[in-house]
Each structure stands twice: as C-alpha cells, then as structure tokens.
C-alpha cells in the first residue's frame, strides 16, 4: 500500500527530499528557487591495515554550515528551519523532513548515501519534547529509510544516529539526526557479528530485572550497560530477537520512540539542562545472518556534572581502553528517578 503521507519531491541540486507528515494530505511541492550547482560529492574511502577498518575522506566538509547564531536571526541562518531563502526546506513548515546531505562523508564514487533526518520544524524543540504523532512519523521514516537504503546495492549497513549540543561538535542546534548508509560494515557491527548466536538475546536476560534498568515497556528495556564506557550512558533493547526496525511493526515501533523520548528526558532531567548526548540505533546489516544481529539503540553523554565534561584523552584515544568515574549502578539509580 503506498504511503499518501510521504513525498519525494527534488532540491535544485539534485538531491532528494522526502517529507514524512503525521497525516496524509498535504501539498508539499513548493519548489525549491535557489540556484544551486549539481551535487556532486566525492568522497574516499581508504583502508587502514594497521587497525583492519576503513577511513572515510570527506575534505569537502570543511565548508559545511557550522554554528549559526543562537540568537533572533537564528531561523534565517539555519538550513534546516522551513521557508526561507537559504532553507533545506522549501515549504513553509513540515513535520519529519529528510534530506541528502549537502555535505555527505559518503555517496558518489565511495558508494553509500547520507541523510539529514529533521524530526520537526520548531527550532527550539528536542526529540524528548515530540509529541505521540510525531514519534509515530518519526517511527515511520525510520522504517522507510532503513528498508530502502538496506536494498541499495552500494549499501551494507544502515546507521541512524543524533548528535546534540556543541560539546560533542554538533554544527547546528535544530533538532535532527542523520543517517549513514555504509558501504562497508562498520567495525563495532563487525565485532558483534562475530560472537556465536545473539550476544544481545543474552544481555537481555541479565539485564531485564536487575539494578540497572532505568525504563521499561512491555516490548523494549532500557538499562545502563554493566560495563558502561561513559558516565552516563543507556541502552533500549527489544525483550525479543528483532533485527532491525522494518521488523517491529508500527505498533512497537511507537513504543519504541516512546522509550527513547523517555529516556531522553531522564538525562535533560538529571542535570536540569538540555545536556549534550550522542545517541545511535544499530540494526543488523541486510545481508547479515538474521539470528546475530539484534536491534539496539545506545545513548551516551560526556555530561559527568553538573558542570564538568567526559572529555577522551589520549588513554582512551589511542589505546581504546576507556575509564568510567561513575559506577553504572549509580548511574542507573540516579537515571531511573531523574
């Protein structure tokens, strides 16, 4: 059946957007006026034999857009905010819009694709403020997008991932996420690949009734991982084996939202404060054996306080051995009442 409230429509460049609204109807065909030259990114990617893993070389990122005022003139200056003149967006408003990026690290010659995901077009908002619709539209474009690009023949994994606040680099403050279509799989998904059977069908069943769970719903568990790298960090988790997002259904993937809208809110609420967080939803690559790879979704912030940073130093850095000053049952009990 086809989505009556999804359009594709063509930016000036080339590039594709696609608006995803909370009900189907709307005209969303205004173009787009401004005078752009054909995108056209060329991206490499490069193998690192020391490491065993790939390297994306974007040098063209360099010029992207980075930090537009915070003040009045805010929505005249951000690319994502809808309707004007330098706008991603050519409608005056949307609900979900989702981009080609103008700046990707992939795509081209590389192979891959990257998207701007914009969950709203209320500047000042954040995901944990959305409500229940637009968690539903939101649910719906992930599915989308993960099925359509995991069917790319350039494409071996699907990454769907945010970036908040300017303290872990994010360049603009509207409230988005991106996605990355790798043409390669990513070396966290390699490893997890490798262990026999499902390493998070297991880590459900410790994790489920113990001391480090800080939400829960009848389908997904969030908990803070025994071995949590960054002071505050979370997991969400199917209770069962789902591989990926296309997999749940709308009805759980609504729930799915919710939960992570939830736990959203619990770190806002910890330091009573929009903290800056990072967050990811892993799924299994299309052409990975279905039995390994399990759905989950990680968020993590450098936030240790009120008023101090996390901040990776070189032991971190180039060894790859993290240190936690906050033990992850603290963590959870103060996330659980936040």
């Avoid at 959305?130 to 992930?142: N, S």
Wanted: hydrophobic share 40%; with cysteine; net charge negative.
């Amino acid at each position: 059946m086809a989505d009556t409230a999804r359009t594709s429509v063509t930016l000036a460049d080339g590039r594709e957007l696609i608006y995803f609204d909370d009900a189907p109807g709307l005209d969303r065909t205004a173009p787009d006026r401004r005078d752009l030259p054909p995108s056209d990114p060329r991206p490499e990617i490069r193998f690192d034999p020391v490491s065993g893993e790939h390297i994306v070389i974007a040098a063209h990122r360099q010029t992207r857009t980075f930090l537009p005022t915070a003040d009045a003139a805010a929505r005249a200056a951000c690319p994502l905010c809808p309707g004007h003149a330098d706008s991603e967006v050519p409608e005056d408003g949307y609900h979900v819009a989702i981009f080609e990026n103008r700046f990707p690290s992939l795509g081209g010659p590389a192979g891959g694709r990257c998207e701007v995901v914009c969950f709203t077009d209320d500047h000042d908002a954040t995901f944990a403020d959305l409500p229940p619709e637009r968690l539903a539209t939101v649910a719906r474009a992930f599915a989308d997008r993960t099925r359509e690009l995991g069917a790319r023949a350039d494409v071996e994994e699907v990454f769907l991932f945010e970036n908040r606040g300017a303290e872990i680099g994010a360049t603009l403050s509207h409230p988005h996420g991106q996605i990355y279509a790798f043409p390669y799989l990513t070396p966290r998904t390699r490893r997890i690949l490798e262990h026999d059977g499902c390493v998070f069908c297991e880590v459900v069943k410790r994790e489920a009734d113990g001391e480090r769970v800080i939400a829960e719903t009848a389908n997904f568990v969030a908990f803070v991982p025994e071995a949590a790298r960054w002071p505050y960090q979370a997991q969400i988790v199917p209770r069962e084996h789902v591989p990926d997002l296309t997999a749940l259904g709308e009805d759980r993937s609504v729930e799915l939202m919710g939960l992570y809208a939830d736990v959203l809110g619990r770190f806002g609420r910890l330091f009573d404060k929009d903290v800056p967080y990072m967050a990811g939803w892993h799924q299994g690559p299309p052409a990975a054996p279905r039995d390994r790879a399990h759905l989950w979704a990680e968020i993590y912030t450098p936030q240790r306080t009120a008023d101090k940073l996390k901040f990776l130093a070189s032991v971190e850095t180039g060894s790859g051995a993290f240190l936690n000053d906050v033990r992850p049952e603290d963590a959870a009990e103060r996330l659980r009442t936040a």
